[in-house]
């Protein structure tokens, strides 16, 4: 698999924050593979925030966004461990006129096609957090933000 490298802070950063990036590795479909990868991350203070599994016979795909990816991309590379970075979007849902019905629906309107999603493991503001791999992130979280949802930027996860 081909590491993509992030741009700089500067290149991606908008007014509202740092886009959100998730790091997906294959690992060897054998025990305690992805347990010694949360741990490598854990001892360089990095948590997992959100975390996707399929495997299949042999390798097992692992979607995660870490609190730090820039920290967790340096990690990787050193220990030769291949990843690719994709940018998600995460919004949060609430469950009043926030939810994730309205939130497909904005999607939808917008012709956003949606690859894959997956719950995170913290919730900022105690709501439901749903990240999303959208064909067009950018306009994605530009859609869900006028529809009244508040899209979550790295900066709101990170701690």
């Not at 975390?51 to 590379?77: G, K, N, Y």
């Not at 949060?92 to 096609?113: G, P, Y």
């Amino acid at each position: 698999m081909t590491t993509i490298h992030p741009k700089s802070q500067e290149e991606t950063a908008t007014p509202a924050g740092t886009p959100v990036r998730q790091l997906s590795v294959f690992l060897q479909n054998r025990v305690g593979a992805l347990m010694a990868l949360v741990k490598l991350l854990a001892e360089h203070r990095i948590e997992v925030l959100g975390l996707s599994l399929q495997d299949t016979t042999e390798l097992a795909l692992v979607r995660l966004v870490p609190s730090d990816p820039e920290t967790a991309q340096m990690l990787f590379i050193e220990k030769g461990i291949p990843h690719a970075v994709f940018p998600v979007t995460v919004v949060e849902l609430r469950e009043t006129d926030r939810s994730l019905v309205q939130a497909l629906a904005a999607l939808l309107s917008a012709e956003i096609n949606i690859s894959f999603s997956y719950p995170l493991l913290v919730r900022p503001s105690q709501h439901p957090v749903l990240v999303l791999h959208l064909d067009s992130p950018d306009v994605g979280a530009e859609v869900l933000s006028n529809a009244g949802f508040k899209v979550l930027m790295q900066e709101d996860l990170s701690r």
